[in-house]
């Protein structure tokens, strides 16, 4: 049940992104939505199941992206440890709190796109569309981002997904 | 010796530099490190459901619902027909004395290329990176580096093969560059992509004479994109005082947001050289 979850929602998100929005000409600026979903499963579920699942999405999301392999991976990694490391010193249950790491990893996402599109990329100059993207990007995780996260918590907890000691308790999401 | 803290700190920088460095190798070499076609083979049979299912969807709406302005656009299209016979007549001349004078100077004949017909299935998730997911792969003789074309222009060119499915990355890609000509004065440069809906048309001297509206073609000198492909028209020309070259601005012939259907071009075959009589 709790991976069949998990899995129908990624495959869910993946297809949005993939094969919709790009076709919805005021949604093509959208953010990338498996971001709430890694911050979700890096707060609830246990090490040793998330990050191999935050890895794979990782994984997948370089095969399906034309960036250089290893920049989702490379992302989804990192977000996953900050997640863990903050909730040692900070109070998940706090909805504000959960609102900021949505849109400050969405930000980070898009620096770490455009450090690599510099650094990396053929031309050391940034990319004409930048503040285009990034803005755009910014005003859909502020308008819809803490929503969804907060939806995927009380979903997890609608449907009973058991919970297995994961940092913080389930009714911890009000 | 060390406290855990510092054996931390460590940890982490160590994983980073390691992290960086591998990102750097693989951006520079374009190496999946073998795990590059994992992803499309487990994914894409979603995505191609979902993109069937939406156009059959809007295909009824379009072919049953949407008759009226189909009405008009067969006029529109009937007068464009008239015109485009006689062009094409007059193409066909042109072509045949083309064929003539080829025979007469002893040149090889152009390559025939085969090509395959593949649907779009599936856009890039990020805004950074132009690149589109398509149904045909290794199966169907396609490999990486093929040329993506489409009658109004070039596509891009296959980046990643998995058996039945394919990543091709757009001209206008950050990352793409074509060897190109303006089809008129022949000035040569290169058509790279700006990750926006236009391109850049690059080392193109400025003793060259370029205008606005000229036809940019694949100059065929990179080895991915046949000659004479059309890429684009020259959108705007601008001249620095103390560069060389111009800086030109090209506008695709193709509309990357609304791709459906691409032709992929298969390795041209054995080519019979053209010395008869």
Not at chain 2, 91 to 111: G, T, V
Not at chain 2, 119 to 133: A, L, N
Not at chain 2, 211 to 217: A, E, F, K, R
Not at chain 2, 256 to 274: F, G, N, S, T, W
Request: glycine share 8%; aromatic share 12%; hydrophobic share 50%.
């Amino acid at each position: 049940m709790r991976y069949g979850f998990y899995i129908g929602i990624c495959l869910f998100l993946l297809i949005i992104q993939t094969t919709i929005f790009p076709y919805i000409p005021g949604m093509r600026g959208m953010y990338d939505m498996l971001i709430p979903f890694v911050i979700f499963i890096s707060i609830c579920l246990p090490i040793r199941e998330s990050l191999p699942f935050a890895l794979a999405l990782g994984l997948i999301m370089d095969n399906l992206s034309g960036g250089p392999f290893g920049l989702y991976l490379t992302f989804y990694f990192w977000l996953f440890m900050g997640v863990r490391f903050t909730i040692k010193f900070l109070r998940v249950s706090n909805k504000f709190f959960l609102s900021v790491v949505v849109i400050v990893a969405v930000l980070v996402e898009n620096m770490l796109m455009i450090a690599t599109s510099v650094f990396f990329g053929p031309v050391r100059q940034l990319p004409v569309n930048a503040f285009l993207v990034v803005t755009q990007q910014f005003l859909w995780v502020l308008a819809t981002g803490p929503i969804f996260l907060l939806s995927l918590l009380a979903l997890a907890k609608r449907l009973n997904i058991q919970w297995d000691g994961a940092a913080p308790p389930p009714n911890a999401y009000g | 010796m060390f406290s855990k803290k510092m054996v931390l700190i460590v940890g982490v920088l160590i994983l980073i530099t390691v992290n960086v460095i591998l990102l750097s190798f693989s951006s520079k070499s374009q190496s999946t490190f073998g795990l590059g076609r994992v992803g499309l083979s487990l994914v894409s049979p979603f995505q191609e459901l979902v993109t069937r299912s939406i156009r059959f969807a809007r295909d009824i709406w379009e072919h049953y619902f949407f008759l009226v302005t189909v009405a008009h656009e067969n006029e529109n299209l009937k007068k464009s027909l008239n015109q485009f016979v006689g062009e094409s007549n007059q193409w066909h001349e042109i072509d045949m004395a083309n064929s003539r004078l080829r025979n007469l100077l002893n040149f090889q004949k152009a390559p025939t290329h085969k090509v395959v017909a593949a649907e779009v299935i599936g856009k890039d998730p990020s805004g950074w990176f132009k690149t589109i997911i398509i149904d045909k792969g290794k199966s169907d003789g396609l490999k990486k580096g093929l040329a993506v074309v489409l009658p109004t222009g070039i596509v891009g060119q296959v980046i990643e093969a998995a058996g039945h499915y394919s990543k091709v990355m757009l001209v206008i890609d950050r990352n793409s560059a074509v060897d190109a000509m303006v089809q008129r004065s022949r000035a040569r440069g290169i058509i790279k992509g700006e990750s926006a809906d236009q391109c850049r048309f690059e080392f193109v001297l400025r003793k060259h004479d370029v205008q606005i509206d000229d036809t940019v073609i694949a100059s065929g000198l990179d080895g991915v994109y046949p000659k004479g492909l059309r890429i684009g028209r020259v959108a705007d020309i601008s001249q620095r005082n103390a560069d060389i070259f111009y800086e030109i601005t090209v506008a695709p012939f193709v509309d990357y947001e609304k791709l459906e259907e691409v032709l992929v071009i298969l390795p041209p075959q054995a080519q019979d050289v053209a010395s008869q009589p």
